[in-house]
């Protein structure tokens, strides 16, 4: 912090990037603050509430963060049971935890380290219930960081990543707090009790749509990084003779090892832009609804939601192929992926469970679907959804990125009107619409897959097109965004064939192409891993250094084990001496005998 102030770094994206420096193989038990506490403040308290609290969170005066999910519900919010009563005699909030599922718990960093939270909590005033809202709440005393009157704080144990973290439990029992702790920038309460209606009600979601959005920067993050180990391994470690009786090969010339890792380091940049993509998409809607314009929330919600399922789906699925392809060391925490891998699949279910989300974005499709059948115009984003279905491919040998963003737009559009027509076919056979919703959620998720894929293919091309960038550098992410689009479809070639948009020829085309892009990329992978340019220190990786002394650093990393503090560990005296005793005290007595 004190240094992050001497070095005058002020913007949200430099101080990010200096904390995981610092902390590089941990989660820092201050990233709820900085990330979901601090700027809820910002964005949801009212200007006054603002200049008040944001100066301390920044200052980290107050350290916070978000408090929402319950023992008894995480994804349906209207469920949550933490009530907060306006009592207008003392103008104040009393939060409660009625019942036992009502206990807040998994919220980061409230067990030992926050002194306040943004509690999620159903608002009562005049005997009516107005839905959740969020309210500051001071949790520990500020002079010696002891629990407040009122409250049962505490850790709720080990987890498969988030070491860092400590995830808690807390219990309110009729707790006070100011009227003015209410986040009011939206919806408010007057001293009267007077319950003020916000423009829309999912306005208090906004915290959870602004992180769904830095997540897909994560997933970025974690596959790129786990990329890097996997392929600069790969370039030291040799193994087998590739020409017989020739010397062994470095595992990256194998075609198996290229189809595993390439791939994957295409997704990595397609994700890093996808990201960047997501960003400017996030500033400029949230901005509009900052101003008081709501109309492009449901998009900015829909696009937020599935993109975060996506990227984070593919990133896990990417780290752990990684991970194999580094054989057996990819199984120690020497390699670094597992750390990775474990922190970063948390991502599949915090911030909203991902086939919870996928069917958040399915459903504004399936209403898209409707609105386009209907000869309304719909937002450009998805504008693919009124396309001619009977369409053929024009795919050729170049594989042009005109012909497969057609691909990519014919798949989802085709997968989303599959889906739209069973929901509509289900409605006809007399279910009830959510029942008839419920029936064809599978192939939603399948369709809203497509269109995320759809996205992030088109985005790829958007920008090679349009940014300036000398040729060299244009060629070989040209051949990156190719082998992205492609692969993609190889694997999933059913869902690209069931109309006979490709004929065999183009089949043959798009497999010929994959190895060739392999090819194409071999000689410029490390160089391409290298360009993330994540320091030795960050990857905390013996496998993926940057001078690739992988034997040297695995031999040292092995010897720090605590196991080797001693030649004779204790467990021999304790346990495996005494039993060979016994042993052998027996065999004498059954010589005897
Ligand atoms: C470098 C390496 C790092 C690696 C690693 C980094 C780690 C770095 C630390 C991270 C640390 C983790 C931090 C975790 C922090 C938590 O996890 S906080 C808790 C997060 N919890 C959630 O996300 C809960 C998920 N649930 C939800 O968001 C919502 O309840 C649901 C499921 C989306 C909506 O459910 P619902 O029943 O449909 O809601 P309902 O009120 O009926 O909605 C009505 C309408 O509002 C719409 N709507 C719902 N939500 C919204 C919204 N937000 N905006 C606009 N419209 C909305 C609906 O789509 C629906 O629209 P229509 O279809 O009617 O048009
Ligand atoms: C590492 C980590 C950190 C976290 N940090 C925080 C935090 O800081 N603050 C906080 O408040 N919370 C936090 N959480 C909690 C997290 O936000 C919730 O766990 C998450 O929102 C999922 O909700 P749930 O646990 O209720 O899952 P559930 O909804 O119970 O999911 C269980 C299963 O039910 C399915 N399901 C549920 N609803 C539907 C539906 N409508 N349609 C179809 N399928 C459905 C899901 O797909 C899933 O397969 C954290 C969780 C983790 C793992």
Redesign the pocket.
Known sequence: MDRMEELGFRSETDRQIFR?AAAPVE?SPF??HS??FVPTLERQGTPEQSRKWVPLGKSFKMIGT?A??ELGH?????GLETTATFDPETQEFILDSPTLSSIKY???NVAKTVNHCLVMAQLYTQGKCHGTHLFLVQVRNMEDHTIMPGLEIGDIGPKLG?DG?DNGFMRFNKYRIPRMNMLMRYAKVLENGDYIKPK????T?????M??V??VM?AF??LS?AAVIAVRYSAVRRQSELRPGGEEAQVMDYQTQQYKLFPLLATSYAFLLAAEGMSQIYAKISSDIERGNLED??Q???L??GLKAFCTWVACEGIEVCRMSCGGHGYSHASGIPK?YA??V??C?????NT??ML?TA??LS?CYIRGQRGESLPELIQYLTTDLNVKSTLGEDCSFESLVAAYSHRAARMVAVACKLQQTNKKKGMAGHDAWNKSTVPFIAATKAHCHLFIVRNFVTILSQKKIDPATHNVLSQLCTLYAVYGIVENMGEFMQDGYFNQDQVSILNRKVLALLEDIRPNAVALVDAFDYPDHLLQSCLGRYDGQVYEALYEYSKSSPLNNTDIHSSYYNYIRPMMQKRSESKNISAKL
């Open positions: 995981e989660l990233g709820l990330g979901m978000y929402q999910t995480g994804t349906f919010i209207r998994w919220p980061g988030f973290v829309n009600a999912k306005l979601y906004g915290a959870m749509v992180i769904r830095f997540i994560d993050k974690t990084r929330m449901p900015l919600h829909a937020a939601c990775i922190n970063i948390g991502a279910t915090y911030e909203g469970e919870v989300m958040q459903r504004y209403k």
